[in-house]
């Protein structure tokens, strides 16, 4: 599974765009990069998920260079609600039973 | 999405006790789950694979005698901490694959908080 680099956290201000970027060099031809989203005392919850160039919904962007080597998670407009923990993750998702390994993750505060 | 549940949110035990986490796929059939373990401000650790009508699958380090699982339909996964103890202590979330398009994608669900006293 290829490794991934975050960094540890990120403070922001309501109505701000956060950026956080994840590397991931070694990741193969068949891995995906999916992002989870966990509060405290709670699941992780999927945000999203993509394999090449930009992926968009209704609560984030993924924006991935033509090298795969690294992607950039994009919050538009945050609020106070949006502070927790976020992972970045790459892997084969093309059957079931494809594990996950979890990094430590970014810690985004939002701040008033 | 699809959407996974557990039972219980949280369970406080004595020492020496079995404790049974329910993990369950609401609305899809999963023939995999997982098992995770995290403790505080601490990432999530996986534990073992849960394959529906066979054994579960365990990662290095995880005792299987002490961690039993049982995967008995697509829908329901079971998590049974034998003899805890109080180092048994932390949050166990599972999670589901759910088939979306030609991806895999896991879902996760609440979450159980084990204290053993």
């Known amino acids: 599974l290829a490794k991934t680099t975050q960094p540890i956290s990120m403070d922001s201000y309501e109505g701000q765009e956060v950026n956080i970027t994840c590397s991931h060099n070694n990741i193969a031809t068949n891995d995906y990069i999916t992002w989870y989203q966990q509060f405290p005392s709670q699941g992780p919850r999927f945000i999203i998920q993509?394999?090449?160039t930009k992926v968009t919904n209704e609560v984030a962007s993924l924006f991935i260079p033509a090298d795969r080597k690294s992607s950039t998670l994009s919050l538009p407009r945050v609020s106070l609600s949006d502070t927790a923990v976020y992972y970045c993750l790459v892997g084969p998702i093309k059957a079931a039973g494809n594990k996950l390994t979890f990094g430590g993750g970014t810690r985004v505060l939002v701040k008033p | 999405g699809a959407v996974v549940s557990q039972h219980p949110s949280r369970v406080i035990c004595k020492s020496g006790t079995s404790v049974k986490i329910e993990c369950r796929s609401l609305?899809?059939?999963?023939?995999?789950m997982f098992w995770y373990r995290q403790f505080p401000k601490q990432s999530l650790m996986l534990m073992a694979t849960?394959?529906?009508?066979?054994?579960?699958?365990?990662e290095q380090g995880v005792e299987k005698d002490k961690f039993l699982i049982n995967h008995a339909s697509l829908t329901l996964s079971t998590l049974t901490v034998t003899s805890a103890h109080p180092e048994d202590s932390s949050f166990y979330i599972c999670s589901a694959s759910n088939r979306l398009g030609h991806t895999d994608t896991q879902y996760f669900g609440p979450g159980t908080r084990l204290t053993v006293l």
């Open positions: 849960s394959n529906e009508g066979s054994k579960a699958t365990y």
């Open positions: 609305d899809f059939q999963a023939t995999t």
């Open positions: 993509g394999y090449k």
